[in-house]
């Protein structure tokens, strides 16, 4: 159904910068946003030690709005020791030394919304560091901290011996999540590295604690959360033993006693309760979104309901997930789209393509692949979740075993191979930093694929993926119609329609060439229409006119294999 309250088309062509309001009418902001994922780690060095900082991605503010960002997400800068690159967090309420201080990010915070944009950070309620006060006063039994955390004295097998409590393993190694505390004599639990302590979130005060760290970031004026770890809050209290499938990796247990539990859901719904109060006060729509793998019939759970709203954006994460390996076809493609369509209310659906602990699109797939992927996302109605670097076609690094920095086991976490400096320009260390090292290689295209090279070539990615987002930002995006076919095997295709506008999304994610005829699908298309954008490798120019009807003397739309097409009805500007 076409949202159709009060819409203003805006009289400048497709590309124009309209205005938001005009654009967006009857929805509200998040609705429809675009959110750039930044890991502040690796996108730029203001001070020259080689990682990221605040004030690194304050100097590329100009950048990040030229691109057409709505909202920036920065993931943790709180103070940590980075045993998991600041998913460790020793105290919520500070900046790590290394990002820079607090004034730095009330600078930066103050300028994105200068700039008209938004800024959530990362809520990390599921584990704390050991590093954490409230962890070293809890393992010493000092009141009110000895229950902040899950500890048990284990099962005893003589007077001198005990184990751990149950058969529960962490998600990251597979190993035990519980470790013995000689301190306090008993187990901690940690559901993710031993330097990850669980915190007790049926203690009330430990919910109290985090209330206290929301609204504090909100008393600054932050646009809302993105909650890391989310099916993972709570675990059950009889700690018995899981189903084990298979014995091995973590997936071969069924989590029932860690994952999903009823009560996670009610926590989502007393934050959103307390992020509403604050909306309440200004009308400015503060956001809660979710992170959890998991199915979108689940993930609806996270939304709550109309009397005890839950989460704003569960993020939808099955796109992260796909590659050759599936032997991807249209019909598996379909069927991860509507999964979201016919599963999600039309006004939280989401995509999400690449983020910091997956392989990046580029790399799952061909680097040619890119621009294709990015036209679905960017042009399915929702919101959208972009990785930093994404726009400008970077991959995947293969680094050596000895320059992975080591997780809190000792061993290599593979996540950091998407997690490289960003691309800025061909000067040494891709101008990430004026120092000599960085925390991790530039990876070795960045004399190719960086952003000062492709904003000077009309063709590059980087110019493709600023049409996209225009494109995204007018009602036929914004409101339109959204249907989806599998024409052929390799060729996944998508239709955004309002009133007289159509537009057309063709993806070849095949390893031969296509040929395609649209109207073949869709009879009510017209024989004609004209390239919005193509991808790099598309062999199609802006505003070229395409016959998408079968004929005896025509083959319609000729794909190169994984590339690209967005035609439209009406002449590209």
């Not at 109290?208 to 909650?227: A, I, P």
């Not at 071969?252 to 999903?260: L, V």
């Not at 952003?451 to 995006?477: C, G, M, W």
Request: proline share 5%; glycine share 6%; net charge negative.
């Amino acid at each position: 159904m076409v949202l159709r309250l009060g819409i203003v088309f805006c009289i400048a062509a497709m590309t124009a910068s309209c205005d938001a309001h005009n654009i967006a009418e009857g929805l509200d902001w998040w609705q429809s946003t675009f959110i750039y994922q930044i890991y502040p780690r690796s996108f730029k060095d203001s001070n020259g030690d080689g990682i990221g900082d605040l004030n690194g991605i304050l100097e590329k503010l100009d950048y990040i709005k030229a691109i057409g960002v709505d909202t920036m997400w920065i993931q943790p800068f709180y103070k940590s020791p980075m045993v998991d690159t600041g998913y460790d967090v020793s105290d919520y309420i500070s900046v790590d030394p290394s990002y820079g201080s607090m004034e730095d990010f009330k600078r930066l915070l103050k300028a994105t919304k200068e700039k008209g944009m938004k800024l959530i950070v990362d809520f990390v309620p599921n584990h704390s560091s050991d590093q954490h006060e409230w962890f070293k006063l809890s393992e010493q039994r000092i009141e009110p901290y000895t229950d902040f955390y899950v500890w048990h004295d284990g099962r005893k097998v003589n007077d001198s011996y005990s184990m751990a409590p149950n058969n529960w393993i962490d998600v990251v190694h597979g190993s035990s999540a519980w470790t013995w505390s000689e301190k306090r004599r008993q187990y901690y639990y940690h559901q993710f590295v031993r330097q990850q302590p669980d915190l007790n979130l049926r203690n009330p005060r430990v919910v109290k604690e985090l209330e206290n760290v929301l609204k504090f970031w909100l008393d600054l004026g932050v646009d809302g959360f993105r909650v890391d770890a989310a099916r993972h809050l709570y675990e059950a209290t009889h700690l018995k033993d899981e189903k084990l499938v298979r014995s091995g990796p973590y997936n071969w247990i069924e989590h029932e006693y860690t994952h999903e539990l009823p009560e996670n859901y009610e926590l989502f719904q007393s934050w959103r309760t307390l992020l509403d109060e604050y909306s309440r006060k200004d009308g400015r729509t503060r956001i809660l979104c979710t992170e959890d793998y998991d199915t979108p019939e689940n993930l609806k759970r996270h939304l709550g309901n109309a009397t005890k709203p839950g989460a704003h954006i569960p993020f939808y994460f099955y796109l992260t997930n796909a590659n050759l390996e599936q032997r991807m076809n249209s019909t598996l493609l379909n069927n991860l789209v509507l999964s979201m369509k016919n599963n999600f209310p039309q006004n939280s659906f989401n995509w999400v393509l690449d983020n910091h602990d997956r392989v990046r699109v580029t790399s799952r797939f061909f680097p040619e692949s890119g621009d294709s992927w990015l036209m679905l996302v960017l042009l399915l109605p929702g919101a959208v979740s972009i990785y930093y670097g994404t726009e400008i076609g970077m991959e995947n690094s293969k680094m050596g075993r000895d320059q992975h920095p080591l997780d809190g086991h000792g061993q290599i976490n593979f996540n950091d191979d998407s997690r490289t400096p960003m691309q800025w320009d061909d000067t040494e260390n891709a101008g990430f930093t004026s120092g000599r090292d960085t925390w991790l290689p530039v990876h070795p295209n960045y004399w190719l694929k960086n952003v000062r090279t492709q904003e000077q070539d009309p063709k590059s990615h980087l110019n493709i993926f600023k049409r996209l987002v225009a494109l995204r930002k007018s009602p036929v995006i914004t409101h339109g119609d959204f249907e989806t076919y599998a024409p052929k095997t390799w060729v996944y295709m998508i239709t955004r329609s309002f009133e007289s506008q159509i537009i057309v999304v063709l993806m070849n994610i095949g390893s031969s060439v296509e040929h395609v005829c649209p109207k073949e699908t869709i009879s009510t298309l017209p024989d004609k229409m004209f390239v919005y954008t193509g991808s790099v490798n598309s062999g199609f120019n802006i505003g070229d006119e395409v016959i998408i009807s079968k004929s005896d003397n025509t083959r319609c739309v000729t794909m190169r294999p994984q590339s690209g097409l967005v035609l439209s009805t009406s002449v590209a500007q």
